[in-house]
């Protein structure tokens, strides 16, 4: 047994001692002293393992059963944490068992890991709440060592952050306590895993050449595994990443990479993955003013699922391509009621009125407060970076110069933060 392992014991012993409503006295007595039995329960000194054998069997408890049964624990537990990881579907009776091992206490590191993989599940069925609970409750058993609890911990603790779109949190931790190098005893896969949510968390705040560092550091843990739907995650992030950064060939050469790979592996074939790798195509070819490339792919995003996110994208895409027939259609089939997503009303308001053109000074000024403030608000620079500037044109089209300037300065605010962040 190692050192941690012989910890458990003592804190094992100390948890049936009490259930049993025994005093130290009545367990120690012949085996040692009772002052011994408490250093042991608490951890502080490690005993020889015939003394552990001995205080558990007079406690009714069979330390090679034990061990037998905590390893079955562990297997069970890390089998179904790798299919969290993978993606994958826990079996009903996966579920069940899982639900089995959870306690209100946490005596042993199995019970820990027991939770851990109990609040990843959770958050796989976005009970995020719940999760976010369980994971509080966790944090004082954390030892922050090189051990199985540690890198679960953090894997797990990062995957809650980016359900939560708490980024900064994500890269201020990896910043300042380089928690990655409690992941390096890990699993490649599990590296894998932890550097691409580096990366997500850096490119959502704008920290674009951070965020290419470590979705390299990604492939390169992950290279020589066949996980495809990882693969296919790779590529979609590392194409967004070079498109923020404006390498649009390299982006498209990533997407494309990702089209191949979902077009030969049929067990990743689903409409979500054909969707999301359709829709970053369609974003990229936005990006680059091919305006009639982004609505076609925009286009079949929707078809494979829709999606209003990529509704609004499509739409803008549209008003972009001057194709007012199809603009108007959008807008009769996805009405402003359709859309529950802050910004997605305010954009659906803005091209509605810019389309319409009818276009009056109190009109611009009351969608202006409603929508470009929201937009600097929340940091949605690239929404900001579109929509101010055809603002401002509206506004110098009614001669209203001065509206017209707060405009170019939201635009201009938003392309600084973007212009440092980039840098960063």
Not at 70 to 97: A, C, H, V
Not at 165 to 170: I, S
Not at 216 to 229: D, G, I, M, R, T
Not at 351 to 375: C, P, Q, V
Request: include cysteine; glycine fraction near 4%.
């Amino acid at each position: 047994m190692t050192d941690h392992e012989e910890k458990n014991w003592g804190r094992l012993i100390k948890y049936h001692r009490q259930q049993q409503g025994l005093k130290q006295d009545d367990v120690a007595v012949g085996i040692c002293t009772p002052s011994y039995l408490s250093r042991i329960e608490n951890g502080l000194v490690i005993a020889e393992q015939t003394v552990y054998e001995m205080l558990l069997a007079r406690l009714g408890i069979d330390l090679a059963h034990e061990k037998a049964d905590l390893e079955g624990k562990r297997s069970f537990l890390e089998t179904l944490y790798e299919k969290l990881l993978s993606n994958e579907d826990l079996t009903q009776k996966e579920i069940e068992k899982l639900s089995s091992f959870q306690k209100d206490n946490f005596h042993q590191e199995v019970d820990v890991l027991a939770g851990l993989v109990f609040s990843r599940y959770l958050l796989s069925n976005n009970v995020l709440e719940e999760a976010r609970e369980l994971l509080m409750k966790i944090e004082p058993f954390i030892t922050w060592r090189q051990n199985r609890m540690t890198q679960l911990y953090i894997a797990i603790t990062t995957n809650a952050h980016l359900s939560f779109e708490e980024f900064e949190e994500v890269a201020a931790r990896e910043d300042q306590q380089q928690v990655s190098n409690y992941m390096n005893m890990a699993s490649r896969f599990e590296q894998a895993n932890y550097y691409y949510h580096l990366a997500f968390a850096h490119h959502r705040l704008y920290s674009f050449q951070q965020a290419l560092v470590y979705v390299n550091k990604a492939e390169e843990a992950f290279s020589h595994q066949y996980k495809p739907l990882f693969q296919l995650k790779l590529y979609s992030m590392k194409g967004g990443i070079l498109n923020s950064l404006h390498r649009f060939k390299e982006a498209l050469l990533e997407f494309d990479a990702g089209v191949d790979l979902l077009r030969n592996v049929a067990t990743i074939q689903t409409p979500r993955q054909w969707s999301s790798l359709y829709n970053n195509l369609a974003y990229c070819y936005e990006c680059q003013g091919l305006f009639k490339k982004a609505v076609f792919y925009y286009e079949q995003a929707n078809s494979y699922l829709e999606d209003l996110h990529t509704v609004i994208n499509w739409m803008r895409a549209t008003y972009q391509h001057g194709d007012e027939k199809l603009l108007d259609d959008l807008f009769i089939k996805y009405p402003k009621e359709r859309f529950e997503v802050e910004h997605h009303q305010c954009q659906w308001l803005l091209l509605k009125y810019a389309s319409e053109r009818n276009i009056t000074l109190a009109g611009l000024k009351e969608i202006e407060e409603l929508a470009l403030t929201h937009f600097s608000q929340q940091e949605y620079y690239s929404l900001t970076l579109f929509y101010a500037p055809l603002w401002a044109r509206f506004y110098e089209e009614l001669h209203a110069y001065k509206q017209a300037s707060i405009c170019f300065k939201y635009a201009f605010i938003a392309s600084e933060k973007v212009r440092q962040r980039m840098g960063s």
